[in-house]
């Protein structure tokens, strides 16, 4: 392909606009539904300003020559080109790590054993470690720092190898990482009193977080070409796997929390079909038996469920707080001229001691 300009620009815009949609929906559930509004989300948010950021770069960087060959380039558009690379790099290692550290905390809030907490602090700490490592390998790779783009081959920037060997060892660690938070939800639900088809689900859910992990193995292979003559063409393939890390890191860690949407559409549909089944108020019947039946069997109208049952974090399984049976009492019981058609009546119920 003579020009990979066009790719950069529709993957880095097409991710964008669902990173910051999936994050939306994140914010609306832990805003509206079950207010607990912690500092993942806070994390994740923070993730995708620096991502929006560096997709930004890059369609900045793609509409001045990156991923188009040197010879259809002019030179100052090669050194506008290439400053939009650099500053696609920290914003990268920025956008990867918060929202690594954002699915680690997510985590964190389900996870009851000591061990498991211990483990993914332990993974904070090292994608903070090494992105933090690659951050300043990156951003000082070359003094004066403008010679990152004005001239990269001069002699006080760093050696091109090295900085590939610091991104091997990054991915590598990352990517074991991201393995250790995909399989850590199979322990926390092992044992869970439920069934096995409930803890594939519920460990899906919670393991979507970690499909970046493949977009790091695709990229493996592309790194090299931070050492390639035709620079800004050979960077390409490495630019949207990147920014792929990135956004589907950032979407489908914030999947992951939209379970209490999901289930509050399914009791809006749910509840719309039970209503749409209800007998009519003002249907005529020829049948007097028909008429006095409908009021003594009306169909009750389905309760809205409250905020907190939606939350993916609660207990799966509560304790039921009615330990006897539940009566009518005699004062309350209702007569069946007490029932009237399309209305409800309220039965006052009363622990049996």
Known sequence: MADKSVAVRAVSATLMSVAIVTVALRCYVRVRLIKSFG???????????????????????????????????????????????????????????????SVSLFLMRVTIRRLHRWILISVIFLTAATGLVLFFVLVLQCSPLNAAWNNPTSPTCIDPNIIIEVLYVYSALVALCDFTVGILPAFLVYNLNMTWKNKVAVTGIL????????????????????????????????SIWSSVEAGLGIAAGSLATLRPLF???????????????????????????????????????RSSPKSTDYDPEATLAASDNWSGKCILTESNTPSEHDFKVGQESVIELSRKD
């Open 207 to 238: 393991s979507m977080g970690c499909v970046a992990s493949v977009a790091i193995l695709v990229r493996f292979p592309y790194v090299k070409t931070l050492r390639e003559p035709d620079f800004l063409y050979s960077i390409a393939d490495l």
């Open 263 to 301: 289930r509050c559409m399914r009791e809006s549909i749910v509840d719309k079909n039970s209503q749409g089944q209800q007998w009519p108020s003002d249907a005529p019947s020829s049948n007097p038996q028909d008429t006095r039946n409908r009021h003594r069997f009306p169909i009750p109208k």
């Open 39 to 101: 500092a993942d989300d806070w994390t994740m948010l923070g993730a995708l300003a620096c991502y929006i950021f560096l997709a930004a770069c890059m369609i900045g960087g793609s509409l001045h020559g990156m991923g188009k060959h040197a010879i259809d380039l002019a030179p100052a558009e090669q050194v506008v080109a290439r400053k939009y690379f650099w500053f696609c790099e920290f914003s990268y290692c920025f956008a990867t790590v918060g929202c690594k550290v």
